[in-house]
C-alpha cells in the first residue's frame, strides 16, 4: 500500500504545521489523528508531505492511512477563516484611512444573501423587507438593501469607542429563519495592539498569529501617537484611538517584530490580480468586472518551495481546482469567471492559509467608490455665468463639454477643487494645426497648477483634456474650439490674405470677406467675427492707397 500524504502535522506544542513549513526533523512532529510521530518527507522533485513512521505499531488503526480519512482531515482545512468566522457569526473588522485628513473608519463586514438561497429571485425584496435589525455599537441605521445578493459585502460603520459590536439580524416570517444571515452576529471591540493588515486603503483585524508579507500595509492600534521618527510610518486618529500605519518592508522589519506576535514571516505566497486592471493587485476587497468576462490571476509562491495551492469556493461547494506545480517560486496563472450577477468569492489556499477573492459582477460605476470619499469635496467646479455644477471623478459619465470661446470671455470659469497635497495628471490632446500638436502630457501638478494648465490650453487649441485624480476616476473635457473662420483675424493678416487673392477686390463684398476668413460655403455669415467686413474695408482702403502712393 503506499503511504498516505498528510500535508499537516502538529509541533510538540501542539500547533499545527504544513509540510513546506516544517523543519526536517525525524521523531518531532506526531500525527493529528492518532498522535503516533510522523516524518517530513522534504524530496528533490516530489510533493512533500509527512508519513507515519513505519515502525509505529500503534500507526496502523490511524483513520489517516485511509483515502477516506485524509480527505476529511483535508477538507477541513479547506474552509477559509472568511467563511469559519461566516459560520460562528463573527462580524468582521475593518479599517479604511481617508488619506487626505489622516482619519480612519471602523466597518464590520458581514456577508449578503445569496442568489443560491432563493428558487424565486423575486423572494429576495420579501426577505430584504422583512428585516429587523438591532444593533450596538453600530453607526447609524441599516438600509436592508445593504445585504442584497448583488452587492459583494454589506458594510456597516462601527463607533470606535464601542465596547462590544452586536448586530442582531431577525425577520418577520418564519419561513426566513434558516438563511445563513439571520442570527447574532458580533465582533469584540477594538483594543491595544489590535492588527489590522491588508491594504493602504482597507485593513482588516487580524487574530494573534497573522503572518504578514512584504508589501501589506499594517495598522496598529495604540493609546498614544508613535513618537519615534521612522520615514514611512504615519499616525492616523481612528475615534479614541491612535493607529501607527507602515508598509512591510526592510525598513520597518522591526516595527513588525515589535508589534505582531509572531516572527515577521514574509515567506508568504501572494495572490496577485493581474486583470481586471484597476483591480489593486493585491486587493482583499471585491473586484468589480464585466459580467461572465475572466480575470486573470496569478499565485506566486516562495522562492525556495513549490507547494500545490488549491482553489476553493467560498462558502466551501462544488469549486475545488488544484493548480499545476510549476516549480519553486514560480507563479501559477489561472483565469476565474466573474458571476453574471452578484458575487463569487475563491479562496486560493495552501495549508492552513488561505487568500479570498471576491469576484463581483459591476453595477453601474459604483467599483471606483471608496468610503472616505463621502467626507472629500474633489472634482471640478464649472462655473457658467454664475452657475456652479460640480463633478466627481468617480460618478461623472462621459465628456463635459466647454466652449472655449467663453472660457477666454470670461463666462466659463473651471475651478479644481480638493485636498492640497492631491497630485493629478493632465493630458491634453491638440489639433495638428496647434502649436503643440498632439498629445501632451502633465505629471503630478498641484491642483493649482492644473488650474492654470487647463484655462492656458483650453484657450490655445486643445481639443481633449484628461484629469486622472490618482486611481480615484477622470475627468474628461471636450473641448469645443472655434472654426477657423470664427477668430477675429489681425488687419495684418487680413492684408496679407488680400495681397494673396488673384484679384484684389474693388469692394469689400460679403463674398470677399468669405474668401478672406475662408468661410464655406453655406456657413452663415453670422459665424465670421463681428466687426470682419469694416476690417476687410479698412484693410482694402489701406491697399489701395498703397497702390497709388
Ligand atoms: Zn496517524
Known amino acids: 500500500m503506499s503511504e498516505a500524504r498528510i500535508p499537516y502535522a502538529l509541533d510538540p506544542q501542539g500547533r499545527r504545521v504544513d509540510i513546506y513549513r516544517a523543519e526536517h526533523k525525524l521523531n518531532y512532529y506526531t500525527c493529528i489523528a492518532c498522535g503516533s510521530f510522523l516524518d517530513p518527507r522534504q524530496g528533490e ?297 452578484g458575487s463569487r468569492r475563491l479562496s486560493v489556499h495552501w495549508g492552513n492559509e488561505h487568500r479570498v477573492i471576491n469576484l463581483h459582477a459591476e453595477n453601474r460605476m459604483k467599483s471606483l467608490y471608496k468610503p472616505w470619499m463621502g467626507d472629500v469635496e474633489l472634482g471640478l467646479e464649472l462655473i457658467t455665468d454664475g452657475k456652479i455644477t460640480k463633478f466627481n471623478p468617480w460618478s461623472v459619465e462621459g465628456a463635459i463639454l466647454i466652449e472655449s470661446e467663453k472660457v477666454i470671455e470670461n463666462r466659463i470659469n473651471l475651478n479644481l477643487i480638493g485636498p492640497e497635497e492631491l497630485k493629478i495628471d493632465v493630458k491634453g490632446t491638440f489639433s495638428e494645426e496647434s502649436e503643440y500638436r498632439g498629445i501632451v502630457h502633465k505629471w503630478d501638478t498641484t491642483l493649482e497648477e492644473a488650474e492654470s494648465i487647463l484655462d492656458s490650453w483650453i484657450k490655445e487649441d486643445c481639443n481633449h483634456i484628461m484629469l486622472d485624480y490618482d486611481s480615484l476616476g477622470r475627468i474628461e473635457l471636450d473641448i469645443q474650439q472655434p472654426k477657423p473662420w470664427q477668430k477675429k483675424l489681425s488687419d495684418r493678416e487680413i492684408e496679407r490674405r488680400l495681397k494673396n487673392l488673384d484679384e484684389i477686390p474693388k469692394k469689400a463684398r460679403w463674398s470677399v470677406v468669405r474668401e478672406v476668413y475662408g468661410v464655406p460655403w453655406g456657413t452663415s455669415r453670422d459665424e465670421v467675427p463681428d466687426g470682419a467686413k469694416k476690417q476687410v474695408r479698412r484693410a482694402l482702403m489701406k491697399l489701395r492707397r498703397g497702390n497709388e502712393g
Open 45 to 341: 522533485v516530489n510533493i512533500w508531505y509527512f508519513a507515519h513512521v513505519k515502525l509505529d505499531p500503534t500507526s496502523e488503526e490511524c483513520p489517516l492511512r485511509t483515502k477516506e480519512g485524509l480527505e476529511n482531515l483535508l477538507q477541513r482545512f479547506r474552509i477559509s477563516p472568511v467563511e469559519e468566522s461566516e459560520l460562528k457569526k463573527q462580524i468582521r473588522l475593518v479599517i479604511s484611512p481617508n488619506p487626505y485628513i489622516k482619519t480612519a473608519k471602523l466597518y464590520g463586514i458581514l456577508p449578503v444573501l445569496r442568489w443560491e438561497n432563493f428558487a424565486d429571485p423575486t423572494e429576495v425584496n420579501d426577505v430584504l423587507n422583512s428585516l429587523i435589525f438591532h444593533g450596538i455599537g453600530i453607526k447609524s441605521s441599516l438600509p436592508a438593501r445593504i445585504f442584497h445578493p448583488s452587492e459583494p459585502e454589506a458594510k456597516v460603520e462601527l463607533d470606535p469607542n464601542a465596547d462590544k459590536y452586536e448586530l442582531t439580524i431577525s425577520t418577520k416570517y418564519s419561513k426566513y429563519e434558516s438563511l445563513d444571515l439571520i442570527g447574532n452576529w458580533k465582533a469584540k471591540h477594538i483594543s491595544v495592539n489590535d492588527v489590522f493588515s491588508g491594504e493602504s486603503n482597507r485593513a482588516e483585524r487580524r487574530g494573534i498569529n497573522t503572518r504578514v508579507r512584504t508589501g501589506d500595509t499594517l495598522f496598529i492600534v495604540l493609546e498614544e501617537d508613535f513618537l519615534m521618527e521612522i520615514e514611512g510610518c504615519e499616525n492616523i486618529v481612528l475615534g479614541p484611538w491612535k493607529i501607527l500605519k507602515f508598509e512591510v518592508d526592510d525598513n520597518h522589519r522591526e516595527l513588525v517584530n515589535r508589534f505582531i506576535g509572531i516572527n515577521a514571516d514574509t515567506d508568504n505566497f501572494y495572490v496577485d490580480i493581474i486583470l481586471p486592471p484597476p483591480a489593486t493587485p493585491n486587493s482583499e476587497s471585491p473586484i468589480s468586472g464585466k459580467p461572465e468576462s475572466e480575470a486573470l490571476i496569478a499565485v506566486t509562491p516562495p522562492q525556495q518551495k513549490d507547494p500545490e495551492f488549491e482553489i476553493v469556493s467560498v462558502p466551501l461547494g462544488e469549486e475545488n481546482k488544484i493548480l499545476d506545480r510549476k516549480g519553486n517560486g514560480v507563479p501559477r496563472i489561472f483565469c476565474p469567471r466573474f458571476p453574471s450577477e
